[in-house]
């Protein structure tokens, strides 16, 4: 499985960004997927995640209630909807995806919110 994460980009504290992760290769309707994140000089955390049916979500407590994660398989896609952002969400924002419990990283895309 190939995913190619896109939409970060500059916005300013308060505003909000559609990431988007579309996946190639097979389809990501029986899995679960999530997006993670990494600051400068900081580890890798989860963000949010989502089981293969898309009933089940977590979310890290940083961003809860303020991003939202969700899927279309139709589209092979996975999205991220952050709302509020705040400067320390600035951070490289990747997707992965669980395939028999093995991991597939997306090679990121940043956001930099700007205070």
């Known amino acids: 499985v190939q995913l190619q994460a896109y939409g970060g980009g500059l916005v300013q504290a308060g505003g909000s960004l559609r990431l988007s992760c579309a996946a190639s290769g097979d389809s990501i309707s029986g899995y679960a997927m999530g997006w993670f994140r990494q600051a400068p000089g900081k580890e890798r955390e989860l963000v949010a995640a989502?089981?293969?049916?898309?009933?089940?979500?977590t979310y890290g407590i940083p961003v809860k209630g303020r991003f939202t994660i969700s899927r279309d398989n139709a589209k092979n896609t996975v999205y991220l909807q952050i709302s509020s952002l705040k400067p320390e969400d600035t951070a490289v924002y990747y997707c992965?995806?669980?395939?028999?419990?093995?991991?597939?990283w997306g090679q990121g895309t940043l956001v930099t919110v700007s205070s």
């Open positions: 989502m089981s293969w049916s898309g009933g089940y979500t």
């Open positions: 992965m995806v669980l395939v028999n419990l093995e991991a597939y």
